[in-house]
């Protein structure tokens, strides 16, 4: 169980930093979407 959990969170977390990384990198005026790839995964 607890594999399978990590396993989703870890592919919920890379499509959610991809897709953030690839809109702030096509919109490149988006401090909201380079905010949340660069600040979400290092923690507070």
Do not use: K, R
Not at 6 to 18: K, M, R
């Amino acid at each position: 169980v607890v594999q399978t959990v990590l396993g989703a969170l870890s592919v919920v977390l890379g499509g959610t930093l991809y897709i953030g990384h690839y809109l702030a990198m096509y919109s490149e005026g988006a401090p909201f979407w380079t905010g949340i790839v660069l600040d979400g995964p290092n923690g507070c």
